[in-house]
């Protein structure tokens, strides 16, 4: 789900009034789609999304599609699926959400964000049609349902082989759920997005099984006792083939390596040994289990080739992901924006780095558990710097620092709330050695809390380089 600013009810964008002006360029389809709903105001329910279909002929029904749900990890392993289908030689469509920078990066074929003028005419597409749901329903296409439209169109109209595609938020009420899966993929589930899913893991689990269909086939990352039987029971509900982590597949080895690690996994039908993944951190190693898993899944019968997997996860990336984008010092951007996440990322910092000081640059949306992603990091960071995005979603930085302060101490809190400056200094903090312990120029700077923070920095840092 994107982070976007909400609007009340009686905001409803002029253009619903009547059919939409065609655009000409990528900001005017940004205006577009901005306009509308955003997705973090919800109403549960896949009436508009299933009219929009209709009308656009029920796109998603020509391929088959792995439909990937869960708390954490679903944009890292769509990319790893993706990077696997198309070493299978098969053309692949994928949807992702939250993009990190661009919007158009939402929309992929063949491994590549739709450019500028393709985005405009996948817009242009399905248009023609947002107003007659508009108009048809008590309320308007919201962006986030426009934008899975455009996505379903486009991928029939290149036309892939398989769409891989993931889930914005939840599951059973997600727009992209019109969408029946040949492959239901559901990562690790945790508390996130509390205020729509519920608050408890049995809650959300009970939302995310809404994505295994009759007949999927349903490939299970390890969950807690409580998720798996929810899930479970959803498949024995539907009818659904299931094959779970550390059971049927999953991470034999796995040992940390120069730009990443080097994994050993058993597949469902064969057993992949010293395979280099450039990701880091024991929770990429499984999101690279779940992938693998998948597409054997979707694949049948067929034994996929060891040297085709190896040479496959050797091209993954996953930008915002504990991704090094600078040296001198070293700065790392991650999206984690919950606690489970904070964790997974603070046990992968543990095993494969060895900064110090360790500085932290924060930013995070004000319906996150602040206090939670907070004190996973606490133990990692020598000093946080407490920011906030260009959202006005986002939590002031002043306020996140009262919070900080209560777990790190006064004096290992700053506040920068514009972020290129926490940014500066952090890396000044990292370069010259916060505390007499460290030794100057081994630092490093780890810019997270959000997606939207994270890819504010990354176009910050990528414009500042030489």
Same mark, same amino acid.
């Given at each position: 789900?994107?982070?976007?600013?909400?609007?009340?009810?009686?905001?409803?964008?002029?253009?619903?009034?009547?059919?939409?002006?065609?655009?000409?360029?990528?900001?005017?389809?940004?205006?577009?789609?901005?306009?509308?709903?955003?997705?973090?105001?919800?109403?549960?329910?896949?009436?508009?999304?299933?009219?929009?279909?209709?009308?656009?002929?029920?796109?998603?029904?020509?391929?088959?599609?792995i439909h990937l749900t869960g708390t954490?990890?679903?944009?890292?392993?769509?990319?790893?699926i993706d990077t696997l289908l198309r070493a299978l030689d098969l053309r692949t469509g994928r949807f992702t959400s939250p993009h990190v920078e661009r919007m158009n990066e939402r929309i992929s074929v063949d491994g590549e964000p739709l450019d500028d003028e393709a985005f405009v005419r996948a817009f242009n597409d399905v248009a023609p049609f947002t107003h007659l749901v508009d108009e048809s329903e008590s309320h308007p296409l919201s962006f986030f349902e426009t934008v899975v439209g455009m996505a379903f169109a486009a991928f029939a109209d290149a036309p892939v082989d398989?769409?891989?595609?993931?889930?914005?938020?939840?599951? *059973?009420?997600?727009?992209?759920? =019109?969408?029946?899966?040949?492959?239901?993929? @559901? !990562?690790?589930? +945790?508390?996130?997005? /509390?205020?729509?899913l519920g608050d408890s893991v049995v809650e959300i689990a009970a939302e995310k099984a809404g994505i295994i269909k009759p007949g999927s086939l349903a490939v299970l990352a390890q969950q807690t006792p409580e998720a798996a039987q929810v899930l479970l029971e959803r498949a024995v509900e539907v009818g659904a083939t299931v094959v779970r982590e550390g059971m049927e597949f999953g991470v034999i080895s796995r040992v940390p390596a120069v730009g990443g690690q080097v994994v050993s996994f058993q597949g469902l039908r064969a057993r992949y040994d010293e395979v280099f993944l450039p990701l880091y951190g024991a929770h990429q190693a499984q999101n690279a289990a779940v992938a693998l898993a998948a597409v054997e899944a979707f694949a049948?019968?067929?034994?996929?080739?060891?040297?085709?997997?190896?040479?496959?996860?050797?091209?993954?990336? *996953?930008?915002?992901?504990?991704? =090094?984008?600078?040296?001198?010092?070293?700065? @790392? !951007?991650?999206? +984690?924006?919950?606690? /489970?996440?904070?964790?997974?990322?603070?046990?992968?910092?543990?095993?494969?780095?060895?900064?110090?000081?360790?500085?932290?640059?924060?930013?995070v949306m004000s319906d996150k558990d602040h206090t939670g992603l907070l004190s996973a990091f606490e133990p990692h960071f020598a000093h946080i710097v407490c920011t906030q995005n260009s959202t006005s979603r986002s939590l002031p930085a002043e306020r996140l620092a009262l919070e900080a302060i209560e777990i790190?101490?006064?004096?290992?809190?700053?506040?920068?709330?514009?972020?290129?400056?926490?940014?500066?200094?952090?890396?000044?903090?990292?370069?010259?050695?916060?505390?007499?312990?460290?030794?100057?120029?081994?630092?490093?700077?780890?810019?997270?809390?959000?997606?939207?923070?994270?890819?504010?920095?990354?176009?910050?840092?990528?414009?500042?380089?030489?």
């Open positions: 789900m994107t982070e976007t600013p909400d609007v009340t009810p009686d905001e409803t964008p002029d253009e619903t009034a009547g059919a939409p002006r065609l655009a000409e360029t990528f900001a005017e389809v940004e205006d577009a789609l901005l306009s509308r709903w955003p997705e973090t105001r919800l109403e549960p329910s896949l009436d508009r999304i299933r009219a929009f279909a209709e009308l656009l002929g029920d796109p998603q029904a020509s391929y088959p599609v954490n990890g679903k944009t890292s392993t769509s990319r790893m398989v769409a891989v595609v993931e889930v914005g938020m939840g599951g *059973s009420w997600d727009a992209t759920n =019109v969408a029946d899966a040949t492959v239901a993929v @559901v !990562l690790p589930v +945790a508390v996130d997005h /509390a205020q729509y049948g019968d067929q034994v996929l080739d060891a040297e085709l997997v190896a040479a496959a996860f050797a091209e993954v990336t *996953s930008p915002g992901r504990l991704e =090094v984008v600078r040296r001198s010092p070293t700065i @790392v !951007l991650d999206a +984690a924006h919950n606690p /489970a996440g904070a964790e997974a990322v603070a046990d992968a910092l543990d095993d494969s780095f060895a900064f110090s000081p360790l500085i932290g640059v924060v930013g790190f101490g006064e004096d290992r809190v700053t506040v920068e709330p514009r972020l290129a400056d926490a940014i500066d200094r952090a890396a000044g903090l990292a370069e010259n050695g916060e505390s007499s312990g460290d030794s100057i120029g081994s630092g490093a700077v780890l810019v997270t809390g959000s997606v939207v923070t994270v890819g504010e920095a990354r176009t910050l840092v990528r414009r500042r380089r030489p």
